[in-house]
């Protein structure tokens, strides 16, 4: 489904990603794990054009991706969970909701996807006309993953989703993360919580100093006496 | 008793169109922390677009109310096609440039259309002919005008349909999304490009709508009119709370009261040495309180705001 070749990126003559390949297949989650500025975020942030990034090329269902201005991403079908959430703070819980669903026209379902969010989220519901900035950093993450849903994607790309979030609102997201990989979704997960990001995933890249240094299905990588050392704190 | 009634009067007048013009200045800032210093400049040339207007269509037989509403029009969409360049030529480019390069550049192109209007409609004052017959009624020994009434009513409408705009519609949606978060709103499917665009469009309709009422209040009109005009509506919008379209009302509203409030009372305060002319220092007055005392200004954006 989304295919990247030799991705570079740079910061004013800093390469923070130098040629990483990888691939997501349709219905997978994959994570991409690795240490503080190993370039993890860097690479997700290409992906949804938030940078530019200065070599490579990102196929996406036979598209290429790079050519692609950001806000036409999510009608392609891709959403992304930023890191710190970026909810839109001075906006209702619901009208956050509904941002997701811009490019929708369809009405009817977007009401219905509302609903499911709220399903998932029973938190969010009971918050729905709160505004967005006084909410919890566990329920803005809720809010922020709620509504990427609402854009209907066929892929996600979850940044940190677990970042400066208490263990039981951890707990609680990373459930609704499988809740919606299981439904079908395909999930690029990238997380400094290794742990967590292995037992949810499929497979996993673990990325160092802007290169992958590692590729190997999910449970392998946690069995890794490498990866337990590194990354796991063992 | 008279004077306090009628130069409240005279300050809700003043304050309207204070208030659209402060729109302008806020409705950009809001959404691209640009202060767009030739937002004044704007609204002078959408006076004078009027005023060519009504001029030429004056003796053509055409009901006064007809040739009013054209030179309205007109105006209004020169000012939107103008708002809408100096993003596009001057700001666009510089989009991701220091903050005080675009500055600057307002500034010059503050500059630019001044001299162009000089070109246009000469360095002399302009009379505007005057298209509504004047009506003038009493309320308790002071007196306003069907004129004042008017600028008053039009305002009133043009902000609640900017309010309706902006909490209501899609594109008001897209605004303020792109305000509070530039980034995630094109991750949403907003395109960046065309919602500053709009807040250019719409503030320089708003600011040609307020050049116009200026026009037919004072029936005058002057290349440099929109300098001072706009220097005190950005006053306006800094007391409101500069990014903040409630603020940028109240602000302009509150300005026109204290303005004409202190112009009516400011030569029995100094026993006459300093006359009503003395009016235009009031505003720069409050500026300087409102930045000593609360900068972000009565409705100043709310702290807090998790990322």
Not at chain 1, 69 to 76: C, G, I, N, T
Not at chain 1, 100 to 128: I, M, T
Not at chain 2, 18 to 38: H, K
């Amino acid at each position: 489904m989304l295919e990247v070749n030799g991705l570079r990126v740079s910061y004013g003559g800093i390469q923070a990603v130098r040629g990483i390949s990888f691939h997501v297949d349709e219905g997978e989650m994959v994570a991409l794990i690795g240490a503080n500025g190993a370039g993890k975020s860097s690479t997700l942030r290409a992906l949804a054009r938030l940078v530019n990034p200065v070599g490579g090329n990102v196929r996406y269902r036979g598209k290429e991706l790079l050519s692609l201005p950001a806000h036409q991403l999510v009608a392609e079908g891709i959403a992304l969970v930023p890191e710190g959430r970026g909810i839109f703070p001075r906006m209702t819980t619901s009208e956050n909701l509904r941002m997701g669903a811009f490019s929708r026209n369809d009405k009817q379902a977007v009401e219905r996807d509302l609903e499911h969010v709220f399903s998932l989220f029973p938190r969010l519901a009971e918050r729905a006309q709160q505004v967005a900035g006084t909410l919890s950093g566990g329920e803005q993450q809720m809010l922020a993953i709620g509504r990427a849903l609402m854009s209907q994607p066929k892929l996600m790309l979850l940044d940190e989703p677990s970042m400066g979030l208490a263990p039981i609102m951890v707990q609680k997201i990373f459930e609704v993360i499988r809740t919606v990989a299981s439904q079908g979704m395909t999930i690029l997960l990238i997380e400094q919580n290794a742990k967590l990001a292995l037992e949810v995933s499929q497979r996993g890249y673990v990325m160092e100093s802007g290169t992958i240094s590692l590729t190997e299905e999910s449970a392998k990588l946690l069995a890794d006496p490498k990866v337990r050392a590194a990354y796991l704190g063992e | 008793m008279d004077t306090l009634i009628q130069q409240l009067i005279n300050g809700v007048t003043l304050g309207a169109v204070y208030a659209l013009v402060a729109l302008g200045y806020t409705m950009v800032y809001g959404i691209i922390g640009l202060i767009n210093f030739a937002h004044g400049e704007v609204v002078m040339i959408g006076t004078m677009v009027a005023f060519t207007v009504i001029v030429s269509l004056a003796g053509s037989g055409m009901p006064p109310l007809l040739v009013l509403a054209l030179g309205l029009a007109v105006s209004t969409l020169v000012c939107m096609v103008l708002g809408w360049a100096l993003e596009r030529v001057a700001y666009r480019p510089l989009r991701h440039a220091p903050r005080l390069t675009p500055l600057i550049t307002a500034i010059g192109m503050s500059i630019v259309l001044q001299n162009v209007a000089m070109i246009i409609w000469g360095r002399n004052y302009i009379t505007f002919p005057p298209m509504i017959n004047k009506q003038i009624y009493d309320l308790g020994g002071a007196s306003f005008t069907n004129v004042q009434v008017s600028i008053v009513f039009l305002a009133a409408l043009m902000m609640i349909g900017l309010i309706y705009l902006v909490h209501r519609t899609r594109i008001g949606m897209a605004m303020r999304a792109t305000a509070q978060n530039p980034q995630v709103a094109s991750l949403m499917g907003v395109d960046i490009n065309r919602v500053i665009a709009m807040a250019f469009v719409i503030g320089s309709a708003l600011g040609a709508i307020a050049g116009c009422m200026v026009g037919s209040y004072y029936e005058i009109a002057h290349y440099q009119m929109g300098f001072m005009l706009g220097l005190k509506a950005f006053t306006a919008a800094v007391l409101g709370g500069i990014g903040n379209l409630a603020g940028a009302m109240a602000g302009g509203l509150l300005l026109g009261i204290i303005e004409a409030l202190g112009a009516g009372y400011i030569g029995d305060l100094t026993g006459d040495f300093l006359g009503s002319h003395y009016q235009d220092i009031f505003a720069f007055i409050v500026l300087i309180i409102v930045l000593m005392f609360r900068p972000s200004g009565l409705f100043g954006e709310r702290t807090g705001d998790r990322a």
